[in-house]
């Protein structure tokens, strides 16, 4: 089940909880970062950064607005002369799309039509294998070993000849681990003569572990790689819809055929202004941290254990059913993350803002003592 339909199915009967909560939430102090408009239920599901864009990047959405009636925009060109610059890549090398989630979907088209085979980890982020399972693809899912890692080992024995793409997200979604810079670009190599590799690096920008490397490397090397990352995530642009791909320009044709639309004016201007602006992007990571150690704090309180998480969302064992953690919690006004087989006893929480975190410890605590 994806989440846009876990959703639909779980949300209906949370009404009278959200509504007592509501007077929670206002009594809460003005927070230190301007946040998006927030109401309940507190959004602790979808990993989003809960301060919204910078103020760069607002302004610089407002002042787009003259160019919002032009299909020939330069914005676009001008991102991507951006991330080349700062990823050093060749501009030809680097695409922008209406978030990661497109590239994602485009690879799922372009190599998963006609019976193709992918090689996944799982679980894992469903945007790309989706769409291969949709069009006819076979995914070959290779379970996270015991510490919740990619078992790389497996996952380059099962790349036979007929695999097309494999797929690693590092650091990886559900599960918040990385996998390190060196083993993962050992496993490129290796990987990249047999089948095209996409690495999803939307979490990359949270990540403080000093063994930690971007596969853009691999990119200016010349490999068989896709590299995606999004300004959904530490921008705080998911709403906004903006991310790239990086990889050699004959791949990106191949992907680029199958768009069908292309990314708008604001949002890559709000872009630009936010790749532009590391002062925020730390004080996003700062925050970030800061949450993760008080719910690591109340998961040792409760004696639950946790997988320590380099991104922005920490994935923990409840010895509860999440679909009855995901409704209690629900009707409390707290949304926490769907089910991600097969830890059907595991909940992924998002880093809210300080307050919202509390608010999740109180509901949380009352949750697990019923």
């Not at 995914?139 to 695999?163: C, S, W, Y």
């Not at 790749?275 to 993760?292: C, F, G, I, N, V």
Request: net charge positive; charged share 20%.
């Amino acid at each position: 089940m994806n989440r846009r339909r876990w959703l639909v199915t779980s949300s209906a009967a949370a009404g009278a909880g959200l509504l007592a909560g509501r007077s929670a939430l206002a009594a809460l102090p003005k927070r230190e970062l301007e946040p998006a408009i927030r109401a309940l239920p507190i959004r602790l599901h979808f990993n989003e950064n809960p301060y919204g864009i910078s103020p760069k990047a607002r302004a610089a959405t407002s002042a787009a607005f003259g160019e919002s009636g032009q299909y020939d925009s330069p914005a676009m060109e001008e991102l991507a002369a951006l991330i080349a610059e700062q990823e050093k890549v060749p501009a030809d090398h680097v695409f922008v799309a209406s978030g990661s989630s497109e590239v994602l979907a485009l690879a799922g088209l372009a190599y998963g039509l006609a019976g193709g085979e992918v090689v996944a980890p799982a679980p894992t982020f469903e945007g790309l294998t989706g769409y291969v399972r949709a069009v006819g693809g076979y995914v070959h899912d290779v379970p996270v070993n015991d510490k919740m890692v990619l078992d790389l080992d497996a996952m380059d024995r099962r790349t036979t000849g007929a695999v097309r793409l494999v797929f690693v997200c590092n650091p990886n979604n559900p599960t918040g681990t990385i996998v390190p810079g060196d083993k993962l670009r050992a496993f490129c190599e290796s990987a990249s003569r047999r089948a095209v590799v996409f690495v999803d690096e939307a979490y990359h920008e949270f990540v403080e572990d000093p063994s930690h490397r971007s596969m853009v490397s691999m990119v200016r090397d010349g490999h068989n790689v896709i590299v995606s990352r999004t300004a959904s995530k530490i921008h705080g642009m998911a709403g906004l819809r903006i991310g790239f791909g990086i990889a050699r320009p004959d791949i990106i044709r191949r992907l680029q055929g199958l768009m069908m639309s292309f990314p708008n004016v604001l949002a890559a201007r709000a872009a630009i202004a936010s790749y532009r602006d590391p002062e925020y992007q730390a004080l996003s990571r700062s925050r970030t941290r800061e949450a993760k150690r008080y719910l690591y704090g109340v998961l040792d309180d409760m004696k639950l254990k946790y997988v320590p998480s380099h991104t922005n969302f920490v994935l923990f064992h409840t010895g509860k059913p999440i679909q009855a953690v995901h409704k209690a919690m629900l009707e409390k006004g707290v949304m926490v993350g769907r089910p991600f087989p097969p830890f059907m006893d595991w909940c992924r929480v998002s880093m809210g803002t300080m307050d919202e975190m509390k608010l999740f410890a109180s509901a949380f605590r009352e949750v697990m003592r019923a």
